[in-house]
């Protein structure tokens, strides 16, 4: 079965930067992790769920929210199989834990129906 | 931009009733419709997607259905494993956009 774990997350003043990681597993051989696109959602204290990012199985593209195009980047090391998102001039509004999530149907992510979630990893933004 | 909503926020049920939770889009999405339960402390799980298709081991207590701007998310014989929040997402052209999720709690 299909695992994914975030890691990379923790206390960045305003204005910083920090790179989250998410390595996946339980692919099978025939479908790897490059097969997927891939999502980034995230979920402030106490809030409901926002979507983030989303990238292409082959990484060639890429979608943002409108409330972090330009800070944020989301990419991906097939031969990792790790998903990742750099995230700088971090915001208080920022603050939140971020889950990485797969994209239920190989090829296109063109629908972001996500199948499995990882179990999230916090950022929080304070000075 | 497609907003969604959801109601009520919170539900008071007893276990082994029936409850429906409401979602809302400001524009049709046809059925490009996912519904997800979280629990706490949890990452959230996928449940029905294209308005009203269970996910892989969904139990059929839960059923999903509309279609535009109306949908529902039904679950018959509420049992304890199932309070928890839901949420509606659409889903279209990459994104994924949530509504602000349904607390389904013990009365």
């Known amino acids: 079965e299909v695992q994914l774990l975030e890691s990379g997350g923790g206390v960045v003043q305003p204005g910083g930067s920090l790179r989250l990681s998410c390595a996946a597993s339980?692919?099978?051989?025939?479908?790897?992790?490059?097969?997927?696109?891939m999502n980034w959602v995230r979920q402030a204290p106490g809030k409901g769920l926002e979507w983030v990012s989303a990238?292409?199985?082959?990484?060639?593209?890429?979608y943002y929210a409108d409330s972090v195009k330009g800070r944020f980047t989301i990419s991906r090391d097939n031969s990792r199989s790790t998903l990742y998102l750099q995230i700088n001039s971090l915001r208080v509004a920022d603050t939140a834990v971020y889950y990485c999530?797969?994209?239920?149907?190989?090829?296109?992510?063109?629908?972001?129906?996500?199948?499995?979630w990882g179990q999230g990893t916090l950022v929080t933004a304070s000075s | 931009e497609i907003v969604m909503t959801q109601s009520p926020v919170t539900l008071s049920v007893s276990p082994g009733e029936r409850v429906t939770l409401s979602c809302r889009a400001s524009?049709?999405?046809?059925?490009?419709l996912a519904w997800y339960q979280q629990k706490p402390g949890q990452a959230p799980r996928l449940l029905i997607y294209?308005?009203?298709t269970r996910a892989t081991g969904i139990p059929d207590r839960f059923s999903g259905s509309g279609f535009g701007t109306g949908f529902t998310l039904s679950i018959s014989g509420l049992q304890s494993e199932d309070f928890a929040v839901y949420y509606c997402?659409?889903?279209?052209?990459?994104?994924?956009?949530f509504g602000g999720g349904t607390k389904v709690e013990v009365k």
């Open positions: 339980g692919f099978d051989s025939g479908f790897p992790f490059s097969a997927y696109a």
């Open positions: 990238i292409s199985g082959s990484g060639a593209t890429t």
């Open positions: 524009e049709s999405v046809g059925t490009d």
């Open positions: 997402q659409h889903y279209n052209n990459w994104r994924g956009t």
């Open positions: 294209g308005a009203s």
């Open positions: 999530a797969k994209v239920k149907s190989r090829g296109s992510g063109y629908e972001s129906i996500l199948d499995y």
